[in-house]
């Protein structure tokens, strides 16, 4: 099947090892990927602050580059969320554009789901992990996958070190950390408690932009805490990305 890898803004800034992580996994299961190259931001950061006509513009582009494709799959649930969910409300007023941004959506996959609701992937029996892990539950993610598939998928030799409070918020939320820092800070701060405590040093975040916000967070506390994707530890246990330095 021919599959258009949507690598999403802060995964091709930040982390592009993840999208090559995504597409290397994608193509050892099967997929011929491909890459849009005209494809830009979804529209999520103008659609929460309010800007629903720019982030309408940005939606109905990304119906016209993603066309044809059977599958768009993205690292981000986020990213994800916004296509699937946000998309088509934005685009109704407009049939044809809400009909696209409907077939869009379907379309539209989070990796981790991809692999194992398209691709029917037993991800837990791929997947190698070195060390003790503990894990971070992104909130956007809960419209694409529970806490429990999450948990489920990191349960390989032995069950992910629980944090004391799985389900809590880093405290990101795109510009609820510009608006109100102090507040933000806070919820970091709880977050990483809890992280630190499960005795783990490696943490799975799938989302960048939790991953940005845990990673600058933990350097400035001086914790000695890892962060990595799924799709990064899953190509290297397949073979197909070399363990990253330091790991």
Same mark, same amino acid.
């Given at each position: 099947?021919?599959? =258009?890898?949507?690598?999403?803004? #802060?995964?091709?800034?930040?982390?592009?090892?993840?999208? #090559? *992580?995504?597409?290397?996994?994608?193509?050892?299961?099967? $997929?011929?990927?491909?890459?849009?190259?005209?494809?830009? $931001?979804?529209?999520?950061?103008?659609?929460?602050?309010?800007?629903?006509?720019?982030?309408?513009?940005?939606?109905?582009?990304?119906?016209?580059?993603?066309?044809?494709?059977?599958?768009?799959? !993205?690292?981000? =649930?986020?990213?994800?969320?916004?296509?699937?969910?946000?998309? %088509?409300?934005?685009? /109704?007023?407009?049939? /044809?554009? +809400?009909?696209?941004?409907?077939?869009?959506?379907?379309?539209?996959?989070?990796?981790?789901?991809?692999?194992?609701?398209?691709?029917?992937?037993?991800?837990? *029996?791929?997947?190698?992990?070195?060390?003790?892990?503990?894990? +971070?539950? %992104? $909130? +956007? *993610?809960?419209?694409?996958?529970?806490?429990?598939?999450?948990?489920?998928?990191?349960?390989? !030799?032995? *069950? %992910?070190?629980?944090?004391?409070?799985?389900?809590? $918020?880093?405290?990101?939320?795109?510009?609820? =950390?510009?608006?109100?820092?102090?507040?933000?800070?806070?919820? #970091?701060?709880?977050?990483?408690?809890?992280?630190?405590?499960?005795?783990?040093?490696?943490?799975?975040?799938?989302?960048?932009?939790? !991953?940005?916000? @845990?990673?600058?967070?933990?350097?400035?506390?001086?914790? %000695?805490?890892?962060?990595?994707?799924?799709?990064? @530890?899953?190509?290297?246990?397949?073979?197909?990305?070399?363990?990253?330095?330091?790991?």
């Amino acid at each position: 099947m021919d599959v =258009a890898l949507f690598v999403t803004c #802060l995964t091709d800034t930040f982390f592009p090892r993840v999208g #090559l *992580a995504v597409v290397r996994v994608l193509r050892h299961f099967g $997929c011929r990927v491909r890459f849009p190259s005209g494809q830009t $931001c979804c529209g999520q950061p103008a659609y929460n602050s309010g800007f629903h006509a720019e982030a309408a513009a940005l939606i109905r582009r990304m119906t016209t580059l993603f066309a044809g494709y059977d599958h768009v799959v !993205t690292p981000s =649930a986020s990213c994800a969320t916004m296509v699937k969910r946000h998309g %088509p409300e934005l685009l /109704a007023a407009d049939p /044809a554009a +809400h009909a696209a941004a409907l077939d869009l959506a379907a379309r539209t996959h989070e990796f981790t789901t991809f692999l194992r609701d398209v691709l029917h992937v037993d991800v837990a *029996a791929h997947l190698r992990l070195s060390e003790p892990a503990t894990y +971070h539950y %992104p $909130c +956007h *993610a809960r419209a694409e996958y529970d806490l429990a598939d999450l948990r489920g998928w990191l349960t390989t !030799t032995a *069950a %992910p070190a629980e944090p004391a409070h799985p389900d809590l $918020c880093c405290g990101f939320g795109g510009l609820f =950390a510009v608006d109100l820092p102090e507040v933000s800070t806070a919820m #970091l701060s709880d977050k990483l408690d809890s992280l630190a405590a499960s005795g783990a040093r490696l943490v799975i975040s799938n989302e960048g932009a939790c !991953t940005l916000q @845990l990673e600058g967070g933990a350097h400035r506390r001086g914790l %000695p805490l890892r962060f990595r994707h799924i799709a990064e @530890l899953l190509a290297e246990s397949l073979g197909l990305l070399p363990a990253e330095a330091g790991a």
